[in-house]
């Protein structure tokens, strides 16, 4: 063979092996696509698609540290400073679905309280569809009505109960009427879940039936009206609350009244947050409303940064409260509040001032 023929023959070789080789070649995969966060505006701000899915969510939450002289809800409360920081975490979902939005509320409380952990408290859980809502809230009694004050102790002079399980429908009419029906649950509201037998020594009272809530209001323009009903299945008593609020540009007011059924016992809808060491023991209706309760405050915003509050509350029982405060936000989602309170007790002859100074980011 020839020296040609030989290299002729070996390139020959050489190719087809080559072309074996590039046949088992590895190929890179092509990449996947890559799904952007949709925003997801019908919802209000802060809501976007879950990847995948037709649902929309909403994060946020707030941090909190505050220093607290005294006790506004407790005239023998001489603790002096305590430090209180808390977190919370909120959860929102939206789907669109034929009988509307189909939503879930979920917020999370964590707090440090002087030292001392108080571990988790699922506050809100709640589904809604269709102006139906199941789940644990805050009761409509509280809810519909808006609170008693844009301060933080709002409540001294009792104004409600707040987180329980419930079974609520809420109308609106669209034209300013609203309305509301709640079956809420007779052990579920914390402190105030039962002044029945047993009450003062925190004995749990058989509940063999709901506790009732409904209301019914109408804004138009400036002013509001709203009135709501509670009934406490425990007690077999009850309380009513009524609710004026206006808006005057400069400055916003309300005035609030409520009316207990029986003036001598505590219920649900008309019953204490104060400290029972506050209260004799065998007369616990001292620390409630007695007959009525009111409240009213103004809120006057000094410019787009500053506000300022105050709240004023009495009793039947001769229970005066007074709360005033400053809302400064020196930045967007930052709020730092000193709030001053003064409580005095006349049924045991005793006062109390408060202090708080509450710093809080909010996202």
Same mark, same amino acid.
């Given at each position: 063979?020839?020296?040609?023929?030989?290299? *002729?023959?070996?390139?020959?070789?050489?190719?087809?092996?080559?072309?074996?080789?590039?046949?088992?070649?590895?190929?890179?995969?092509?990449?996947?696509?890559?799904?952007? &966060?949709?925003?997801?505006?019908?919802?209000?701000?802060?809501?976007?698609?879950?990847?995948?899915?037709?649902?929309?969510?909403?994060?946020?939450?707030? /941090?909190?540290?505050?220093?607290?002289? !005294?006790?506004?809800?407790?005239?023998?409360?001489?603790?002096?400073?305590?430090?209180?920081?808390?977190?919370?975490?909120?959860?929102?979902?939206?789907?669109?679905?034929?009988?509307?939005?189909?939503?879930?509320?979920?917020?999370?409380?964590?707090?440090?309280?002087?030292?001392?952990?108080?571990?988790?408290? *699922?506050?809100?859980? #709640?589904?809604?569809?269709?102006?139906?809502?199941?789940?644990?809230?805050?009761?409509?009694?509280?809810?519909?009505?808006?609170?008693?004050?844009? &301060?933080?102790?709002?409540? /001294?002079?009792?104004?409600?109960?707040?987180?329980?399980?419930?079974?609520?429908? $809420?109308?609106?009419?669209?034209?300013?009427?609203?309305?509301? /029906?709640?079956?809420?649950?007779?052990?579920?509201?914390?402190?105030?879940?039962?002044?029945?037998?047993?009450?003062?020594? #925190?004995?749990?009272?058989?509940?063999?039936?709901?506790?009732?809530?409904?209301?019914?209001?109408?804004?138009?323009?400036?002013?509001? !009206?709203? &009135?709501?009903?509670?009934?406490? +299945?425990?007690?077999?008593?009850?309380?009513?609350?009524?609710?004026?609020?206006?808006?005057?540009?400069?400055? @916003?007011?309300?005035?609030?009244?409520?009316?207990?059924?029986?003036?001598?016992?505590?219920?649900?809808?008309?019953?204490?947050?104060?400290?029972?060491?506050?209260?004799?023991?065998?007369? %616990?209706?001292?620390?409630?409303?007695?007959?009525?309760?009111?409240?009213?405050?103004?809120?006057?915003?000094? #410019?787009?940064?500053?506000?300022?509050?105050?709240?004023?509350?009495? @009793?039947?029982?001769?229970?005066?409260? %007074?709360? @005033?405060?400053?809302?400064?936000?020196? /930045?967007?989602?930052?709020?730092?509040?000193?709030? &001053? +309170?003064?409580? #005095?007790?006349?049924?045991? $002859?005793?006062?109390?001032?408060?202090?708080?100074?509450?710093?809080?980011?909010?996202?």
């Amino acid at each position: 063979m020839s020296l040609k023929s030989l290299l *002729l023959g070996t390139a020959a070789a050489l190719a087809a092996v080559s072309s074996g080789h590039a046949a088992d070649a590895i190929v890179a995969a092509e990449p996947e696509p890559l799904e952007y &966060v949709r925003i997801c505006d019908a919802y209000g701000a802060g809501y976007f698609f879950i990847p995948g899915t037709e649902t929309c969510l909403k994060i946020g939450g707030l /941090v909190r540290t505050e220093g607290k002289w !005294f006790d506004a809800y407790n005239p023998n409360s001489h603790n002096g400073t305590l430090w209180h920081t808390r977190a919370e975490l909120s959860l929102n979902t939206a789907t669109d679905t034929e009988y509307g939005p189909l939503k879930t509320n979920v917020l999370l409380r964590w707090d440090w309280q002087d030292g001392g952990a108080t571990g988790t408290n *699922l506050k809100f859980a #709640n589904i809604s569809l269709g102006g139906f809502t199941v789940g644990k809230l805050d009761s409509q009694y509280n809810l519909y009505t808006g609170g008693a004050g844009d &301060v933080i102790n709002d409540d /001294v002079v009792y104004d409600g109960p707040y987180e329980l399980n419930q079974l609520t429908y $809420n109308y609106d009419a669209g034209n300013g009427f609203t309305a509301v /029906v709640s079956l809420e649950d007779s052990n579920s509201g914390g402190k105030g879940a039962s002044y029945g037998a047993g009450w003062w020594t #925190n004995d749990k009272a058989n509940h063999y039936a709901p506790d009732a809530v409904a209301g019914a209001g109408f804004k138009s323009g400036a002013w509001g !009206f709203k &009135v709501v009903g509670g009934y406490d +299945s425990i007690v077999e008593e009850g309380a009513v609350k009524a609710r004026v609020d206006a808006d005057f540009g400069v400055f @916003t007011a309300f005035l609030m009244g409520g009316w207990n059924t029986d003036g001598k016992k505590l219920n649900k809808y008309a019953g204490t947050n104060l400290n029972r060491s506050a209260c004799p023991a065998d007369r %616990a209706d001292l620390c409630g409303w007695g007959d009525w309760a009111v409240w009213g405050g103004v809120g006057v915003p000094i #410019n787009e940064k500053l506000k300022w509050n105050l709240q004023l509350a009495y @009793t039947d029982a001769k229970i005066f409260a %007074a709360t @005033t405060n400053v809302k400064w936000n020196p /930045v967007k989602n930052l709020l730092i509040m000193p709030e &001053v +309170s003064y409580t #005095n007790f006349d049924s045991v $002859n005793q006062d109390q001032w408060a202090g708080i100074l509450r710093f809080q980011r909010s996202f």
